[in-house]
């Protein structure tokens, strides 16, 4: 378990399955080469059909959202003057406060409702809407 934790892809818990199968025939008394061949095989299955589904379940598929991606699309208020020459301006959406600028060259005076249209870095572009 220790080792599955620094290795990425869930390959050591496989392992560990297949050696549990494979107690079945030494329980049993088989010989050893039918042992081997049934760790092999129960291995093998784990590893490339179960390992897939898990994986598959355990990916996010880029469906959900940040906060901060979560944000494009929403109205915001202008709290501090939007000036693209100076490179400053603050925006107010969902009661947290964000730098802001445009894509463009327009100036937003404060209390002006906007959109956040993009997220670069840590500042949301906005236009009026």
Do not use: C, H
């Amino acid at each position: 378990m220790a080792m599955e934790v620094i290795t990425p892809g869930f390959i050591i818990m496989w392992f560990g399955l297949a050696t549990i199968v494979a107690a079945i025939p030494v329980y049993l008394g088989a010989p050893t080469s039918v042992v081997l061949i049934t760790f092999a095989v129960t291995l093998l299955i784990l590893t490339v059909f179960v390992r897939r589904i898990f994986t598959n379940r355990l990916t996010d598929k880029g469906g959900s959202l940040t906060n901060a991606s979560s944000l494009i699309g929403q109205q915001a208020v202008v709290v501090e003057t939007i000036d693209p020459v100076k490179a400053t301006g603050k925006v107010r959406v969902r009661k947290e406060v964000w730098s802001a600028g445009t894509k463009g060259a327009e100036t937003i005076a404060v209390d002006q409702i906007v959109i956040v249209k993009a997220l670069d870095g840590v500042k949301l572009l906005v236009a009026k809407e």
